[in-house]
């Protein structure tokens, strides 16, 4: 797990341009919208085309995404259950 | 009415001027994206957006806030700031960008933050958002600078009192070419900020705006 979480961060901040951030300053637990991150709708859109095509897993039902990308732990634990 | 230039800035051949200073130069030749990047950081440009943004809206985005820093904003009415910009190649550079991630049928991955970008006043949304610009703007495509169109379009602005000041001028770009000019637009009276406050203020002509563009 802990390691699927460092990749998640990488690949989160490259995904997202977030060039002022590093892995390190990402605390697996911290809110990725919000406060945490700040991150907007058009990330949370690049975040399902993230799990998709990295992963393939789609996400079938809008509404759990609220669930799944509350932080990088969340979406770990996402992944490891849903990927084939 | 008269209308002056007070502010200016130029950004291309990896160098900036502002009001007639040189405030970065590189001799050696960057690809755009560490060019544009090399001048934000060095501006002083704190707004983590930026680097989300395409390169059209980078560099629009720059070209304004240098020529904003050396402007006052005091006193007018966000509804009556304007943007008027142009440029030849429209949003050319994302338009490709978007059309590699779904081009591929096997791996058709369109990316949203790529998408939002293709369309050439998203740059204009960019300079509203971070200043607070609620005026009329606008983005005109031409085949070359034309000073004229500008000049005419944001003259009328003016006469109509739609706006009280305008940023004005051109953000083209296309691969690693580039070439961005802005200019700050107000009536007479008005006052730059400490920073801007040694440039002589030009009349706002198309012959001015080709003389600054024409700038070496």
Redesign the interface.
């Known amino acids: 797990m802990e390691e699927l979480i460092e990749k998640l961060k990488k690949e989160v901040i490259a995904q997202l341009n977030l060039e002022e951030i590093t892995p390190e300053d990402i605390n697996p637990d911290a809110s990725l919208f919000g406060e945490g991150l700040g991150l907007d709708s058009i990330d949370a859109l690049e975040l399902i085309v993230l799990l998709e095509k990295n992963y393939g897993i789609k996400i079938e039902d809008p509404k759990d995404g609220k669930k799944i990308f509350h932080s990088i732990r969340t979406m770990a634990e996402y992944i490891t259950e849903h990927q084939k | 009415m008269d209308l002056y230039i007070t502010s200016y800035c130029l950004v291309r051949d990896n160098r900036v001027v502002v009001n007639d200073r040189l405030v970065f130069y590189q001799e050696n030749i960057l690809k755009f994206a560490d060019f544009i990047?090399a001048v934000y950081q060095q501006g002083q440009i704190n707004y983590?957006k930026f680097?989300?943004m395409d390169a059209i809206s980078k560099l629009g985005f720059v070209a304004a806030e240098l020529v904003l820093k050396e402007t006052s904003t005091e006193g007018l009415d966000s509804g009556a700031i304007g943007v008027v910009l142009s440029n030849a190649s429209s949003s050319l550079v994302t338009d490709i960008a978007h059309n590699e991630t779904i081009k591929d049928r096997n791996?058709y991955?369109?990316?949203?933050?790529v998408f939002?970008y293709t369309l050439p006043n998203i740059v204009i949304g960019e300079i509203c958002i971070k200043n607070h610009f609620k005026g009329e703007n606008v983005f005109l495509i031409s085949e070359s600078f034309n000073a004229r169109l500008l000049h005419d379009y944001v003259g009328e602005l003016f006469e109509n009192g739609r706006v009280d000041a305008c940023l004005c001028g051109w953000t083209e770009l296309n691969g690693d070419i580039f070439n961005a000019m802005t200019v700050w637009v107000t009536r007479a009276g008005f006052t730059n900020s400490e920073a801007g406050q040694s440039y002589r203020p030009l009349l706002f002509s198309a012959e001015n705006m080709n003389v600054i563009m024409s700038h070496n």
């Open positions: 990047k983590p680097y989300k791996g991955f369109p990316s949203p933050s939002v």
